[in-house]
């Protein structure tokens, strides 16, 4: 593939105050761009000031939402920084591609440019406990013209935001409502890619729920609202009766990375975990009798949430004492001990960035 070219910044910005990052509110002083055409494939990478986009008003993701994207994290170690699992998330957007009719990324290029972006901007990598640099990778269908098909331009995009804990609240249990309305996604839709147009889509329960104080809401299945789906920007998990159970990945819910990355974990620690169907009545029926020990959500943004409250039909139902659960404690310092390059990477999940 083609060398990147890199265009400087010529002012930097100031860095914002570590202590207050928030999340997705700053940016750092360069993006990755590049471009596909079909019949030519992907052009033009290059390195930029961080700038506006200028987009044709008939742009195909103005219309017809084609958006894809990906979010992962680098970290500062001790001795320099480091990405987790980076390329299952290219991999991961690959397959999104696919379902939203977009151009495949090449693996390993990409993986390139998100190094060569990040070392250009390793100044940016906050150092203080539970910061890091989100990435996020982006792409969305360019065609100039309001005709419904699949897209032959499109555009790549990466940018990096210095982050500080996702939840407000840091590690601490957070007030989940079950959500029997809305529905975020059903099989055989694009529930299984991270587009934006899911996320759009879940807005308005989300809106709901936290005008009434919950943090996120847990989504049901599309067709029977029975099954526990996820949480979201997080899968989920509970602790049921010393075994460990997640929902399986139906096609509807996202295939996460940390999902993944704790199932792996948990089975190395002896604990059992099934990945299966899990009904909403199973779930209440495991709260009102004890034996749900723990629950708790995952993702890469706030890595591990406990649950201390499930509200399911304006019932409250009070998981592990309104506390962080043990297991979901031990989870949270393995993955970032990981991640911060205190534990040791066993597993060869970690990929250095060279500054
Ligand atoms: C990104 C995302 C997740 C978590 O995936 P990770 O790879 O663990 O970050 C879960 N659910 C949804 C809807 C998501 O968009």
Redesign the pocket.
């Known amino acids: 593939m083609q060398e990147i070219k890199i265009v400087k910044a010529k002012t930097l910005k100031e860095k914002p105050d570590s202590t207050n990052l928030g999340f997705g509110k700053y940016f750092t002083d360069h993006m990755f761009m590049m471009e596909y055409t079909e019949g030519k494939g992907w052009e033009n990478a290059r390195i930029v000031p961080f700038d506006y986009i200028p987009i044709h008003p008939a742009s195909t993701v103005l219309h017809y939402g084609a958006e894809i994207f990906e ?1 992962m994290k680098a970290y500062k170690t001790k001795d320099g920084f480091q990405m987790f699992r980076p390329l299952e ?1 290219i991999r ?1 957007m690959n397959d999104s591609a696919e379902r939203l009719c977009l151009p495949a990324l090449p693996e390993e290029f990409t993986l390139k440019a998100l190094k060569e972006l990040i070392s250009l901007d390793y100044a940016w990598i906050p150092e203080k406990e539970g910061t890091s640099l989100y990435i996020r990778p982006f792409m969305f269908g360019n065609d100039e013209s309001l005709g419904v098909h699949a897209v032959h331009r499109a555009t790549f995009v990466v940018i990096l935001s210095p982050v500080g804990n996702y939840y407000a609240e840091g590690l601490n249990p957070v007030k989940i409502s079950i959500e029997s309305e809305d529905v ?1 996604a059903v099989r055989g839709g694009t529930g299984y890619a ?1 587009c934006g147009g ?1 996320y759009a889509a879940s807005m308005r329960a989300g809106k709901r729920a936290a005008a009434k104080g919950f943090s996120q809401v847990l989504w049901l299945d599309g067709v029977e609202r029975k099954y526990i789906e ?1 949480v ?4 989920v998990m509970f602790k049921i009766n010393g075994e460990i159970i997640t929902p399986m990945l139906t096609g509807s819910v ?1 295939p ?4 993944k990355s704790c199932i792996e974990i948990l089975r190395e620690w002896g604990y059992k975990v099934t990945e299966r169907l899990i009904s909403v009545d199973e779930l209440i029926g495991a709260a009102k009798d004890g034996t749900l020990e723990e629950a708790w959500g ?4 706030a890595v591990i949430s406990p649950i201390g409250h499930l509200v399911y039909q304006d019932v409250d139902h009070v998981v592990a004492d309104n506390k962080i659960g043990e297991l979901a404690q031990r989870l949270y310092n393995e993955l970032t001990g990981i991640q911060w390059g205190r534990v040791e990477d066993k597993r060869g999940w970690c990929v250095k960035v060279e500054k």
């Open positions: 979010g998330n991961r975020r991270k899911n996820e979201g920007a997080m899968n996202l996460g990375i940390t999902r995952t993702g890469t943004a």
